[in-house]
């Protein structure tokens, strides 16, 4: 056996299943282990991004890491957007990461780069293989960073040398890596959450973030909101929001400074549940970056590595509100109206309620039309709703791919921006391949429209004719319909609602991707 097959073997015996890969030359050893040796499902992807982010995609909804295999120090670099986004979603992910025969490293060949301090800014854990016979052990202690509460990065750099040298014997099976528990809240921040609760409900917001955002928790949540009269919300970006009919309705607080420091204003109180406190997502010449009015008391309840549905249970049973009904959404029945009247983010979103089936995911990545489906979408079917934490575009098509190979039974329906979507265009390749059940709908404003309304924040005055076309994608118009089709997708565009309309269903009615180019 070599190091390449011990790695896969240790890898598989630790838990992790899947592969999302880029190989070059460095890595070829590996990829013949994954060859020969059952049970890695290894999926290609055409450009680094859409592998990280695939990763994360996959760990969103499995729960469990992925691996990665990536080309030398380039080929990291090319997935590091995506791996700051995954780290920013608490994501576990083993990155493999080839590197040149360590003989070979003073020869400064072309492709000779710093791999550790590449991968460090993006990962909790950077290692590099200094022995065949160690590669058991570090594989092993990769997956286990990985699987931590919350989800880490672990970048594991494997020189070609020790892939192809031999070592003795199989790893022994030591079984699947477990995910630790979480650990109980200290009950201090239980009775100081419930007296101010109690006495201070009306002007108290609970932001709720990371695992808090699921069914389980936002249920407590509202029966603590029902109980008090205070105010449940979550951050602007969640990782995984379990939303629709039958659960609690937790709003995303707002994205522009003005509309969050007017909202918050009237909280003096904020009980933060696995959330950080609201800060602004840039610096705006005079506007505050703590978007919380100041003197407000801020306080921690739970944090990621403690259990935000245990906690939140444990607020509802000393405020007596266990048997509190919270108040959830009804599911809007479909109306012909709803695919009447002009396209605007709002009609959009309405009509998307009634169009995400049951049990759907939804990534979102619809940028400036997007900005309304979280008030528009709120009475569809039960369903999750995946957002980009780190603010890096270009995550939502990979992001698609990874979830739908960790929920194959479930629809995902992908929600994009003309100009984001370029970045990783690439994962409808990976979806063709892999004949995934991904509905990707692009919005084609044929503008960096965010970038236009950015612009005017800042105060920068009004784009001239330069400006402009550093802000526009027009000139040439890209052909949605045409990319897709090229890469395997079957794609079609529509510019009025029941056209819209028409095309979801038909999309979910069929096998496989599809690409729907909606002109704005």
């Not at 607020?315 to 605007?344: F, Q």
Request: charged share 20%; proline share 6%.
């Amino acid at each position: 056996m070599n190091g390449a097959e011990s790695l896969v073997h240790t890898l598989l015996d630790a838990g992790v299943d899947t592969c999302f890969a880029n190989p070059g030359t460095s890595e070829m050893h590996f990829v013949s282990a994954l060859d020969r040796i059952d049970g890695m499902r290894c999926v290609l992807g055409l450009f680094e991004g859409v592998v990280t982010g695939a990763a994360d995609g996959y760990y969103r909804m499995a729960e469990r890491p992925a691996a990665t295999l990536l080309h030398l120090g380039p080929g990291l670099a090319n997935g590091l957007a995506n791996l700051h986004n995954a780290k920013k979603a608490r994501s576990g992910i083993v990155n493999v990461v080839g590197e040149h025969a360590t003989g070979h490293l003073a020869l400064d060949a072309p492709l000779t780069s710093d791999i550790e301090g590449l991968a460090r800014p993006m990962s909790h854990w950077v290692h590099t293989v200094s022995s065949a016979e160690a590669i058991a052990h570090d594989g092993r202690e990769a997956v286990a960073q990985a699987s931590g509460r919350p989800g880490r990065i672990a970048t594991l750099v494997l020189p070609a040398d020790m892939a192809w040298s031999a070592v003795g014997g199989q790893p022994q099976p030591l079984g699947a890596t477990r995910r630790p528990e979480a650990r109980s809240v200290e009950q201090e921040a239980v009775i100081s959450a419930t007296h101010t609760l109690k006495h201070h409900g009306a002007s108290t917001l609970l932001p709720l973030g990371g695992c808090a955002v699921r069914a389980r928790a936002t249920e407590w949540a509202g029966r603590i909101a029902a109980a008090t009269g205070c105010a449940v919300m979550s951050e602007f970006y969640a990782e995984r929001i379990e939303r629709g009919a039958g659960r609690v309705a937790i709003p995303r607080l707002p994205y522009a400074v003005q509309g969050a420091v007017d909202l918050l204003s009237r909280f003096e109180h904020i009980i933060l549940v696995c959330a950080a406190e609201p800060v602004a997502f840039f610096g705006y010449p005079d506007k505050p970056g703590r978007l919380a009015s100041p003197g407000t008391n801020i306080q921690t309840l739970a944090t990621h590595a403690e259990d935000p549905a245990e906690t939140l249970r444990m607020v509802s049973e000393e405020l007596g509100a266990m048997r509190v009904k919270p108040i959830t959404c009804a599911r809007l029945a479909p109306s012909a109206d709803h695919e009447e009247g002009p396209l605007t983010p709002a009609s959009i979103g309405t009509l998307l309620a009634t169009l995400i089936p049951e049990n759907a995911i939804v990534v979102d990545e619809a940028i400036s039309t997007g900005r309304a489906f979280d008030l528009t979408t709120r009475d569809a079917a039960p369903h999750d709703w995946l957002t980009n934490m780190g603010g890096a575009i270009g995550f939502g098509l990979p992001v698609a791919v990874g979830a739908a190979i960790a929920a194959p039974d479930r629809r995902v329906i992908a929600l994009e921006g003309d100009g984001s979507a370029m970045y990783t265009l690439q994962s409808l390749w990976t979806m063709a391949r892999e004949s995934l059940n991904v509905t990707v709908v692009v919005f084609a404003n044929r503008n960096y429209q965010i970038l236009r309304g950015e612009y005017a924040q800042v105060g920068a005055g009004s784009p001239g004719r330069r400006a402009s076309d550093m802000l526009s994608i027009d000139r040439p118009t890209l052909d949605w319909v045409a990319l897709a089709s090229g890469q395997g997708v079957p794609a079609c565009r529509v510019s009025t609602l029941g056209q819209f309309a028409d095309a979801m269903r038909r999309s979910q009615a069929s096998e496989g991707p599809s690409l729907i180019e909606l002109v704005l």
